[in-house]
């Protein structure tokens, strides 16, 4: 990549690559195509703007399906359905004998407005003339035929977290019509090298497309056919790496392909015959990415931006790999579970956040996406579909519910139960480790995040949770190897950056500490705790303006963090600016009036600002929250001797003593006091004693030394 490219990529991806792109989805607006419900023969003649440029890259190869693949109208059909609003249709493939496979967005996303299509409504058609078939989704109505279709997602999302490589899905339908026309797919397991695997007309794609008045299967090859093509993909699938869930389940291609294509199958023909890899389900437009690009930088780098652009677009596929597993449910249908147990569920989807329809057994749109969602976020195989294990998530949701309202102990009966419905439940081990990590029993946490390690080995939320309670544990070299196991797995490389930051800053290794922390950052510019946690390596290695820095954006970033003012404060405090260290020490206690350590140094900084009556009132303050707070009484102390109240300035040394009996201040100040108020002899032990636990302490050396002047003895006052 040329160094220009690589300030563009770095400038402008992660951050918003799919507000770059325009994901048309090979539909209307991101939906299926609809065509009016009069007669199709209108549509070339109209001019109607639902059918739009097709996306290619150089000479335009659509073109009828060559006699070696006549056949594959068999395999491949066209899946339509018709209501008031129009005609409705993407392509399908056979993968069963009464299964097929077709983009998510393509059955059972919102057409347009929030407008569903009734699942009874689609009809898979396929073959012509006598070898004609054709069958609607199985089930007697709409709400059966929810049961009759497994996809990877109900809507899409963009930005961060787009989730494109969910957009599959397949259904059961109610006759073997694919019966002697199942293709074969095979899922490559390395997706992203696809296109460094096969040569020129090896790959292709079969879709049906809208040619002038009609709909035609058409035949689009040489995806790859120039070195800059692949170029173009390597780009392009490095962009999507970094910015959806699952990339590896992409694959780029630059097969031409236009409106209708959704949920055709990318073909690779090799020595032992021709397989489905992916299924198409998107299409970029390079004119609205070059539109949005050039918006978001000066004109000095206009050229750039050419050249970025020109190897950038490419149409994208979802590999075959996202659903094979899932074809045992549709093939082995289990029976459908009744309303109580799917109350149970939505009850437990409700309480952990991913449901928000109402309680009432039905399984439709919302209770399927909700499914999802927690699938993918415990780590389990995607289905969408309610079974007797997703029962144990109604417990799992009250264990959520009490972890939400800091209820540690009460969420660990339900962690237990949702266990005791499916031992292997990772996700409900990993809470029930953080509700014991949060009690402090750090082995326990530690057992749980390991037995999550046994079940899925490959889980790096696993090893982020465990490394973390190491770091608890004060174990930093078992925290820093899970860490480290985290980061190469890449759940969350950002959180688990900067968590194995935390761990080299406790030993001490400020460098690599720094280092996580700004990689961290750099994965997730709004990453508010890794700009914090930042700061604290800079305040370690005395870089205060730099510390100030970073904490403002943790700041900016999280206004209510109390911390990070209470940090920068610190920060302003070791600048020599108090007034600035006072007002962030302020706000501070304005979003938690219990902060101890910010009554503490609040009060510090009033000392030093001789404002000693303020500061007596904030250590006052923190005693009154802590009371075995030994700073708090050491700090008080020496307000109250310099308000020359003797008498209470002792009585806080001598507690702070007693709370810290190896402390050597508060023994030096209580000495220093007892000269202060005319009995140096009084204060002579405590200065003794002070130098036993820190021979070299020089303030007690300089404290001693006054007294012994006091006394007469002028020998030992110059010695010391």
């Given at each position: 990549m040329t160094s220009a490219l690589a300030v563009v990529l770095r400038n402008l991806v992660p951050a918003s690559l799919l507000a770059v792109l325009t994901l048309t989805y090979g539909t209307l607006d991101g939906h299926a195509i609809g065509i009016p419900a009069n007669p199709l023969r209108d549509l070339g003649s109209s001019g109607s703007s639902l059918v739009k440029p097709v996306t290619v890259f150089g000479e335009d190869t659509r073109q009828r399906l060559p006699r070696r693949y006549r056949d594959l109208d068999g395999p491949i059909g066209l899946l339509t359905s018709k209501d008031k609003r129009g005609l409705w249709y993407c392509t399908a493939f056979c993968v069963a004998d009464d299964i097929i496979a077709t983009g998510a967005h393509c059955l059972v996303h919102p057409v347009?407005?929030?407008?569903?299509?009734?699942?009874?409504?689609?009809?898979?058609?396929?073959?012509?003339?006598?070898?004609?078939?054709?069958?609607?989704?199985?089930?007697?109505?709409?709400?059966?035929?929810?049961?009759?279709?497994?996809?990877?997602?109900?809507?899409?999302?963009?930005?961060?977290?787009?989730?494109?490589?969910?957009?599959?899905?397949?259904?059961?339908?109610?006759?073997?019509?694919?019966?002697?026309?199942?293709?074969?797919?095979?899922?490559?397991?390395?997706?992203?090298?696809?296109?460094?695997?096969?040569?020129?007309?090896?790959?292709?794609?079969?879709?049906?497309?809208?040619?002038?008045?009609?709909?035609?299967?058409?035949?689009?090859?040489?995806?790859?056919?120039?070195?800059?093509?692949?170029?173009?993909?390597?780009?392009?699938?490095?962009?999507?790496?970094?910015?959806?869930?699952?990339?590896?389940?992409?694959?780029?291609?630059?097969?031409?392909?236009?409106?209708?294509?959704?949920?055709?199958?990318?073909?690779?023909?090799?020595?032992?015959?021709?397989?489905?890899?992916?299924?198409?389900?998107?299409?970029?437009?390079?004119?609205?990415?070059?539109?949005?690009?050039?918006?978001?930088?000066?004109?000095?780098?206009?050229?750039?931006?050419?050249?970025?652009?020109?190897?950038?677009?490419?149409?994208?596929?979802?590999?075959?790999?996202?659903?094979?597993?899932?074809?045992?449910?549709?093939?082995?249908?289990?029976?459908?579970?009744?309303?109580?147990?799917?109350?149970?569920?939505?009850?437990?989807?409700?309480?952990?956040?991913?449901?928000?329809?109402?309680?009432?057994?039905?399984?439709?749109?919302?209770?399927?996406?909700?499914?999802?969602?927690?699938?993918?976020?415990?780590?389990?195989?995607?289905?969408?579909?309610?079974?007797?294990?997703?029962?144990?998530?109604?417990?799992?949701?009250?264990?959520?519910?009490?972890?939400?309202?800091?209820?540690?102990?009460?969420?660990?009966?339900?962690?237990?139960?949702?266990?005791?419905?499916?031992?292997?439940?990772?996700?409900?081990?990993?809470?029930?480790?953080?509700?014991?990590?949060?009690?402090?029993?750090?082995?326990?946490?530690?057992?749980?995040?390991?037995?999550?390690?046994?079940?899925?080995?490959?889980?790096?939320?696993?090893?982020?949770?465990?490394?973390?309670?190491?770091?608890?544990?004060?174990?930093?070299?078992?925290?820093?190897?899970?860490?480290?196991?985290?980061?190469?797995?890449?759940?969350?490389?950002?959180?688990?950056?900067?968590?194995?930051?935390?761990?080299?800053?406790?030993?001490?290794?400020?460098?690599?500490?720094?280092?996580?922390?700004?990689?961290a950052i750099s994965l997730n510019p709004n990453f508010s705790l890794a700009y914090y946690r930042r700061g604290v390596c800079h305040m370690q290695l005395k870089a205060y303006g730099d510390a100030v820095a970073d904490y403002s954006e943790a700041i900016r970033l999280r206004k209510d963090d109390a911390r990070a003012y209470y940090s920068r404060g610190n920060a302003f405090r070791k600048l020599g600016e108090p007034d600035r260290a006072i007002a962030d020490y302020t706000i501070a206690l304005s979003i938690d009036r219990n902060y101890v350590d910010a009554f503490n140094n609040r009060g510090f900084t009033y000392s030093r600002k001789r404002d000693y009556d303020r500061a007596v009132a904030d250590y006052s303050r923190a005693i009154a929250l802590n009371e075995n707070f030994f700073l708090a009484y050491n700090n008080r102390g020496r307000a109250y001797a310099e308000q020359k109240k003797f008498d209470k300035a002792i009585a806080d040394f001598t507690r702070a003593i007693a709370l810290n009996p190896r402390a050597a201040a508060p023994y030096n100040n209580r000495a220093w006091t007892y000269f202060k108020w005319g009995k140096p002899q009084s204060g002579l032990e405590d200065v003794n004693h002070a130098l036993e636990l820190d021979p070299g302490y020089a303030a007690a050396l300089a404290t001693r030394a006054r007294i012994y002047q006091a006394l007469g003895e002028l020998d030992k006052a110059t010695a010391d």
């Open positions: 347009d407005d929030g407008h569903y299509l009734n699942l009874k409504s689609f009809v898979f058609k396929s073959g012509r003339g006598r070898r004609a078939r054709r069958s609607r989704i199985a089930g007697r109505n709409n709400r059966e035929a929810q049961w009759s279709v497994v996809a990877g997602s109900t809507h899409l999302r963009r930005g961060r977290s787009a989730n494109l490589s969910h957009d599959w899905a397949i259904a059961k339908l109610a006759s073997p019509v694919c019966r002697g026309r199942v293709l074969k797919f095979k899922a490559l397991r390395k997706v992203p090298e696809l296109f460094d695997a096969i040569s020129e007309d090896h790959a292709f794609i079969v879709a049906y497309q809208p040619i002038g008045a009609h709909i035609r299967l058409r035949y689009s090859d040489k995806c790859l056919s120039s070195p800059r093509q692949s170029i173009r993909l390597s780009r392009t699938w490095e962009l999507y790496r970094h910015m959806t869930v699952d990339p590896d389940l992409l694959v780029q291609h630059t097969c031409d392909m236009t409106r209708g294509a959704s949920g055709s199958p990318l073909l690779v023909e090799r020595a032992d015959g021709l397989y489905a890899v992916a299924i198409n389900v998107l299409e970029v437009s390079r004119a609205r990415a070059r539109r949005y690009l050039r918006q978001q930088v000066s004109k000095s780098r206009k050229q750039e931006i050419k050249e970025f652009i020109s190897i950038l677009t490419a149409n994208s596929a979802v590999s075959v790999g996202a659903f094979e597993k899932q074809l045992g449910l549709l093939k082995h249908p289990a029976p459908p579970l009744d309303r109580e147990n799917i109350r149970l569920i939505q009850s437990g989807l409700k309480a952990s956040g991913q449901y928000t329809g109402r309680i009432d057994g039905v399984f439709g749109r919302r209770t399927r996406q909700a499914i999802l969602d927690f699938e993918y976020l415990a780590g389990w195989l995607p289905t969408g579909r309610p079974s007797t294990s997703m029962v144990a998530v109604h417990h799992f949701g009250l264990g959520q519910q009490a972890l939400k309202a800091r209820r540690f102990e009460t969420a660990i009966p339900h962690f237990n139960a949702a266990l005791a419905r499916d031992p292997h439940f990772v996700y409900a081990l990993l809470r029930r480790g953080y509700a014991y990590q949060r009690l402090k029993q750090y082995d326990r946490a530690i057992v749980d995040f390991s037995t999550a390690i046994d079940i899925r080995p490959d889980y790096g939320h696993a090893y982020n949770y465990r490394g973390y309670a190491y770091y608890l544990k004060k174990s930093y070299d078992d925290a820093i190897t899970d860490l480290s196991r985290a980061v190469a797995l890449r759940p969350q490389p950002a959180a688990a950056y900067s968590d194995r930051g935390i761990a080299y800053l406790a030993k001490k290794d400020l460098g690599k500490a720094l280092a996580d922390q700004t990689k």
